[in-house]
């Protein structure tokens, strides 16, 4: 009798025992496995087949940027693709098409009914200028300032942007030099050095362009001092000009330019020589001021009515540089000529 009742009350504790264990299973599901999901995020946002390939936009900060390059052309609308989180919805959907502006607007619904909303902003990439050559790479105060920067992308913005500079390597001292304007394109600049001033100098110079807040890499030339065999630099006449001379007198030959003296000063008192026609006159030979040079006759007589008169000047960059110029004779002292 005690061992039927013992069996029947071990089946009822096991019958018992599933059945707490049964309800604390279900117990242990979590609530929130049955709320609505709240999440509202843009997970990706493409463009397929502009400019040639799809454009991945970023997504930040509830904007959504997507780069475009400058050479590309920028279309009015755009079908963007859209993923969204799982179970949110997207407006406008995926694929419609929308204004490439920043007046777009899309909002994100979340599961739970909760909104996120995003902006368009294209960002137009402007590429960054490239010199590829400066010509020439020897450049003159006042006798030779043309110079062309070749390169690429130079007109990616506001052509007025558009700017060269010149830096000295020696103490970093930085100008601009004038551009003309009608003379640019996407891959040619022409500019000039700009007007000569006691703050200009010479050697070696770095140039580069500058494109709104977009700068180019550099190029080194150098900036020499006027070239005075271009002979229109420099003027020359006789302080004895009209009268007679006789061998041991002393004649002054003056030196001016056009140019406040900006050329005269990089050669006086630095000429080697001097030829008049059969007189040639060697550095010793001449006295010479800041405009200047006075020598004295010698007792030979010419062989023949001088034309012309010859210059010669050591330049620091090169071999001995000079000045072939001819003169009117009303410029000229009457000198000693053989009969």
Same mark, same amino acid.
């Given at each position: 009798?005690?061992?039927?009742?013992?069996?029947?009350?071990?089946?009822?504790?096991? /019958?018992?025992?599933?059945?707490?264990?049964?309800?604390?299973?279900?117990?242990?599901?979590?609530? =929130?496995?049955?709320?609505?999901?709240?999440? @509202?995020? &843009? #997970?990706?946002?493409?463009?397929?087949? *502009?400019?040639?390939?799809?454009?991945?936009?970023? /997504?930040?900060?509830?904007?959504?940027?997507? =780069?475009?390059?400058?050479?590309?052309?920028?279309?009015?609308?755009?079908? $963007?693709?859209?993923?969204?989180?799982?179970? %949110?919805? &997207?407006?406008?959907?995926?694929?419609?098409?929308?204004?490439?502006?920043?007046?777009?607007?899309?909002?994100?619904? %979340?599961?739970?009914?909760?909104? +996120?909303? =995003?902006?368009?902003?294209?960002?137009?990439?402007?590429?960054? $200028?490239?010199?590829?050559?400066?010509?020439?790479?020897?450049?003159?105060?006042?006798?030779?300032? +043309?110079?062309?920067?070749?390169?690429?992308?130079?007109?990616?913005? !506001?052509?007025?942007?558009?700017? /060269? *500079?010149? +830096?000295?390597?020696?103490?970093?001292? #930085?100008?601009?030099?004038?551009?003309?304007?009608?003379?640019?394109?996407?891959?040619? &600049?022409? %500019?000039?050095? $700009?007007?000569?001033? !006691?703050? +200009?100098?010479?050697?070696?110079?770095?140039?580069?362009?500058?494109?709104?807040?977009?700068?180019?890499?550099?190029?080194?030339?150098?900036?020499?001092?006027?070239?005075?065999?271009y002979t229109t630099l420099l003027h020359l006449s006789f302080d004895q000009a009209g009268k007679q001379v006789a061998a041991g007198d002393s004649v002054t030959l003056r030196l001016s330019d056009d140019y406040n003296g900006?050329?005269?000063?990089?050669?006086?008192?630095?000429?080697?020589?001097?030829?008049?026609?059969? =007189?040639?006159?060697? %550095?010793?030979?001449?006295?010479?001021?800041?405009?200047?040079? @006075?020598?004295?006759? $010698?007792?030979?007589?010419?062989?023949?009515?001088?034309?012309?008169? /010859?210059?010669?000047?050591?330049?620091?960059? *090169?071999?001995?540089?000079?000045?072939?110029?001819?003169?009117?004779?009303?410029?000229?002292? &009457?000198?000693?000529?053989?009969?």
């Amino acid at each position: 009798m005690s061992i039927n009742i013992m069996k029947r009350f071990s089946r009822i504790v096991w /019958v018992l025992g599933v059945c707490v264990w049964s309800l604390l299973q279900g117990c242990s599901k979590t609530e =929130y496995e049955y709320e609505k999901r709240p999440y @509202k995020n &843009i #997970e990706s946002f493409v463009l397929m087949g *502009y400019a040639g390939d799809s454009i991945n936009a970023t /997504v930040n900060n509830g904007n959504i940027i997507v =780069y475009w390059a400058a050479e590309a052309e920028l279309p009015k609308t755009i079908k $963007p693709v859209i993923a969204v989180s799982a179970h %949110a919805t &997207i407006s406008p959907a995926s694929g419609t098409e929308v204004s490439f502006s920043s007046e777009t607007v899309y909002k994100v619904t %979340a599961e739970d009914g909760s909104v +996120q909303t =995003y902006r368009l902003k294209p960002v137009i990439n402007h590429a960054v $200028p490239r010199i590829s050559s400066i010509s020439p790479n020897n450049l003159h105060w006042i006798s030779s300032t +043309q110079v062309t920067v070749s390169g690429e992308y130079f007109l990616t913005g !506001d052509t007025s942007d558009v700017h /060269v *500079y010149a +830096q000295r390597l020696r103490d970093g001292f #930085e100008f601009d030099l004038p551009i003309d304007y009608t003379k640019i394109s996407m891959t040619s &600049i022409t %500019a000039n050095l $700009p007007a000569y001033s !006691d703050i +200009q100098d010479t050697g070696l110079h770095k140039i580069f362009v500058k494109i709104g807040n977009r700068v180019s890499d550099e190029k080194e030339v150098t900036l020499r001092m006027p070239d005075i065999s271009y002979t229109t630099l420099l003027h020359l006449s006789f302080d004895q000009a009209g009268k007679q001379v006789a061998a041991g007198d002393s004649v002054t030959l003056r030196l001016s330019d056009d140019y406040n003296g900006d050329v005269i000063k990089w050669y006086a008192k630095h000429f080697t020589k001097l030829v008049i026609e059969d =007189y040639v006159f060697e %550095a010793d030979a001449l006295t010479q001021t800041s405009n200047t040079i @006075k020598f004295k006759l $010698p007792d030979t007589p010419l062989n023949s009515k001088p034309t012309g008169i /010859v210059l010669y000047f050591m330049s620091p960059y *090169y071999s001995p540089i000079y000045l072939s110029k001819l003169l009117s004779q009303d410029v000229w002292p &009457i000198f000693p000529v053989k009969n």
